[in-house]
């Protein structure tokens, strides 16, 4: 997931940059509202964090002209102006979300994955397959071979991750907070653990093997197509 972090005080700034970076999340930071409009314009974002007091342009300009481009991206305004017209103006240009400062990074972390669930409740392909591998994303249904495959939640979520991030090794850091809500510790094994178990159901009565180990990088779900 790529977010773009706009945030013209700069200790703020490195703290959620980096913070959202080791929660798995790709983070791009700018300064300035005109940079953070441009980047919105020309890059493909996930989601959007704005400041509302920044040079250049302010937040709500960014966003106007945001929205007024056709970008539905969503849209959370972190800030220090806590008055109620202030949040119902950002609310009407089009904000998805508004927290004020100061924060608890926890809960700007639960929204940030609240409002990227959200974005994604409601997936433009219903049905995911690579190879043999078919999965019916609003039956919640996997299938390999034509044979069903049985899968607890959260391995059919770690399926639906590695599928549609097809051939794109995800870190375990990204896994976990994707799958799992919950920052990667490395001295647990918890995600060798379930893609062992994923492993054993999609791959072990094939001949083709779709999920691979990217050694000390993560995992990786691809494999040729179906003839």
Known sequence: MKL???EDEPKTGTY???GLSEAGFNVDRVMTGTDALQHALSE???L???DVMMPGLDGWEVLRMVRAAGKDVPVLFLTARDGVEDRVKGLELGADDYLIKPFAFS???ARVRTLLRRGNSAPTQAILRIAD???DLL???ATRGGKRIELTAKEFSLLELLMRRRGEVLPKSLIASQVWDMNFDSDTNVIEVAVRR???KIDDDFAVKLIHTARGMGYMLDGPEPE
Request: glycine residues 0%.
């Open 198 to 200: 994923l492993r054993a």
């Open 44 to 46: 493909s974002y996930d």
């Open 4 to 6: 773009l972090v706009a």
């Open 48 to 50: 959007l964090i704005l």
């Open 16 to 18: 959620l940059q980096q």
């Open 133 to 135: 591998l078919e999965v």
């Open 107 to 109: 809960e700007l972390l």
């Open 139 to 141: 039956k919640r249904r």
